[in-house]
Every structure is written in C-alpha cells, then in structure tokens.
C-alpha cells in the first residue's frame, strides 16, 4: 500500500507579519511512494539578519535560508532519499549544498544592522516522516535542529518528539514558559547537528510539524493544546478547521508561524474529530477553567499554572528524546562538506580542518590551495553557540 491509499487529513497553516517578507518558508506536507512528510524551516531573523540580493530580489539570509533548506527537502525526497539514520549524513550534506549556492548567487546589500551573533543563512529546521510497517503499524521519525518541534497528536494528548536545542536545558522540561538562546541550527558559517527520534505506533495519530511562532505565544503547552482540541471542536470541515484554527495562531502570534497536521490512519476528518475531542470538556474542566479563574492576578495565574504544568508534563514528555549529546544525531561541517566536493561525490583522504574558518577556506577553494578535509565529527555533539 503506497501513501496515495492512506485516508490521511492534512491541513497547513503559513502566516506572515510582513507580506512577502516572512522568514518562515511555507510548511511542507509530502507523499512519496512509501513515506509522508511533514516539514517546517524558521529562518533566524536576529542571527540571519543580513539583507542579500539573489536574481533581482533582496530578502534576509534568514528568509532565503528557510525556503533553500524546503527546497532541498524535497529534492531529496524526490530522489527516493528516506528519513531515516543512514540518510542523516546526506541530508545534512544536502543542507550545506544548497546553502552554498545560495551564498556563491547573493550579493550582500549594504545594512546597518550590526551583531557578533549573525549568522550565514541561519535557520531551523523540523521534520517527521511516517511510513506503514505493516498492517495498522506505523514507524514515525522525526528530525530537527533548533527549537521548531514536531507533535505526536493522540486521544492521549500532545506529546512533543523533538526537544529544543537551546543553551539552557531546564527550560525544556522545567520552565517550558521561558525562553532560551538557541544552542543548535543549520547555518553555512557553523557547524550544526541533525538529531533524530523514531517511535513506533499502532493507532490513528496525527503528526504537527510547528515553527515557534505557531506553539510560542500561547500561555503554556496546555492551552496549546486546548487551541488545537477546541478549534477542531467548532468547525466540522477540514478546510474551515484550518483557516480558522490559523486566524487564532495569527492572532497570538507576535511574529511569523507556520504549522502543518497530517492525521493518519482515521477513516475520514469526521472520524479524527470525534477521536481527538471526546474528553474536550474534562481536559477543560481540568487544565483550563482554573487557569481562567485566576483573572487579572499574575501572581495567582503563575502558580496555579505552574502547579497544573506538574500534573499535565508527565504525559507531555513521555516521548521526549535525550538531550543531544546522547541523541542519535549527526555532526554536520559546513566547511568538511564543501571541501568533500558535490553532493554524493567520494570523500576525499582525511586532513587536517582550515583552522582559518569558512570565509579564508573559500577563498582557498577558489584559488585552489586548500587541502581536503577529514569526516564529519561524531554524532550527539551540540553545535555552535548562536541567539536566536
């Protein structure tokens, strides 16, 4: 059975603050003969400030990054690539790639904007992949690097699959209602990691693929989730549910979101909605009431919250992977990359790393007096330190 025979829903949501200047690239929903795809890219506008000028349009390094990485993506689905452990390497390659020539076509337009925290096409990267196993077994696999996330959606709960690459780990599990620097995404300028999660299922789901604009300005994990079980509550047709569901994302959100739900294995959107909301009211009773009952008191809502966040987290991070540094992951070099030659052309013999960095590496490339460089460094090393 191919992904064309599975009665899927899918439903996107893609929100720009500024028209034709978002730095979030469209989410992405794929189907190849085997696999299904979901996929976010939230290009880092602090760090990817840097205007450039790419055939006749200027845009942010952020906002060229985030949709060169989609790109990529589906190139390389296209090519029959899976998601999956020994693919990481070539993705992450296929990453650098298409960063590089983006970077060798853009002219930089002279900016004000200054920063020791800029990056060279910075984003984020989120992605999940499902494939059938057999009959009513599902493998799904989830990818990331930075603080975009993928969901696993189950009459359960929100479950996340990714956890955030940010600089300070107890904001993840601890204080999920602050915030931290990012301590990992994909950029040309620095070395960054792909980590991977697989989890096997055997009942209807549906996968969210979500940037930080869509989870980030809602009050805490259970009123994201609250916004997903109540939207769908209200609106009985899949395309009402999406245009709906992202007027309340956009009314939150305080800067670029985009987000993308593929359900998988229910028969029809009438099935998934009596599936995920028949405990919509015990889950407001409990999670949500007292929260409203607390009123303008900031005091009382931090605790009441805080005490109700102990409660709903144990579910919530039953699926949370490691920290990176014991994660499945892969160690992807900008500069090993490039100096290995195009994409899926033999490594060349392991030397020594320029210390000189990328900019004095190309520079070498293009004169020819560079040597070749080893193999990527080892799996689970965080990458670079760099500000969202």
Same mark, same amino acid.
């Not at 296929?94 to 904007?113: C, N």
């Given at each position: 059975?191919?992904?064309?025979?599975? !009665?899927?829903? +899918?439903? &996107?949501?893609?929100?720009?603050?500024?028209? %034709?200047?978002?730095?979030?690239?469209?989410?992405?929903?794929?189907?190849? !003969?085997?696999?299904?795809?979901?996929?976010?890219?939230? /290009?880092? %506008?602090? &760090?990817? +400030?840097?205007?450039?000028?790419?055939? /006749?349009? *200027?845009?942010?390094?952020?906002?060229?990054?985030?949709? %060169?990485?989609? =790109?990529?993506?589906?190139?390389? $689905?296209?090519?029959?690539?899976? *998601?999956?452990?020994? =693919?990481?390497?070539?993705? %992450?390659?296929?990453?650098?790639?298409?960063?590089?020539?983006?970077?060798?076509?853009?002219?930089?337009?002279?900016?004000?904007?200054?920063?020791?925290?800029? #990056?060279?096409?910075? =984003?984020?990267?989120? $992605?999940?992949?499902?494939?059938?196993?057999?009959? #009513?077994?599902?493998?799904?696999?989830?990818?990331? &690097? /930075?603080?975009?996330?993928?969901?696993?959606?189950?009459?359960? /709960?929100?479950? !996340? $699959?990714? #956890?955030?690459?940010?600089?300070?780990?107890g904001v993840v599990e601890e204080r999920p209602f602050e915030d931290s620097p990012l301590s990992n995404a994909v950029s040309l300028d620095r070395p960054f990691a792909l980590q991977l999660h697989e989890v096997e299922l055997t009942r209807p789901f549906a996968l969210i693929a979500a940037s930080d604009g869509a989870y980030g300005y809602v009050r805490s994990p259970m009123h994201f989730e609250w916004m997903l079980r109540y939207s769908l509550a209200r609106w009985p047709d899949a395309s009402i549910w999406e245009r709906r569901l992202g007027a309340r994302i956009g009314r939150l959100a305080q800067d670029d979101a985009t987000l993308v739900v593929l359900a998988v294995g229910f028969r029809d959107f009438r099935d998934l909605r009596r599936t995920m909301i028949a405990d919509n009211r015990a889950f407001a009773a409990t999670y949500i009431a007292g929260l409203r009952a607390t009123g303008a008191d900031a005091a009382r809502f931090a605790e009441r919250r805080a005490a109700l966040w102990r409660r709903y987290s144990a579910n919530y991070h039953a699926l949370l992977p490691p920290v990176l540094e014991n994660g499945r992951a892969h160690m992807c070099d900008p500069v090993e990359v490039l100096a290995a030659g195009p994409a899926g052309a033999a490594r060349p013999a392991a030397a020594a790393r320029p210390a000189s960095g990328l900019g004095r590496w190309r520079q070498e490339r293009r004169t020819g007096s560079t040597g070749s460089t080893g193999s990527t460094g080892s799996a689970g090393s965080t990458g670079s330190k760099g500000r969202r």
């Open positions: 059975m191919t992904t064309a025979d599975w !009665p899927v829903v +899918n439903v &996107a949501v893609d929100i720009e603050k500024v028209r %034709g200047q978002g730095e979030d690239s469209p989410p992405l929903s794929f189907f190849g !003969p085997h696999q299904a795809v979901v996929a976010v890219f939230d /290009g880092m %506008g602090g &760090a990817g +400030n840097q205007p450039f000028e790419i055939d /006749g349009r *200027i845009h942010t390094g952020a906002r060229w990054a985030a949709r %060169g990485l989609r =790109s990529s993506l589906v190139e390389f $689905l296209d090519a029959g690539e899976r *998601i999956e452990a020994a =693919s990481l390497g070539r993705l %992450g390659g296929a990453f650098v790639h298409r960063l590089d020539r983006l970077d060798e076509r853009a002219g930089r337009v002279r900016s004000r904007l200054r920063g020791s925290t800029r #990056r060279l096409f910075p =984003s984020t990267a989120a $992605l999940a992949s499902v494939e059938r196993t057999r009959r #009513r077994r599902w493998r799904v696999t989830a990818c990331w &690097a /930075g603080d975009s996330r993928v969901y696993l959606w189950t009459p359960q /709960g929100v479950q !996340p $699959l990714t #956890r955030d690459h940010v600089m300070d780990p």
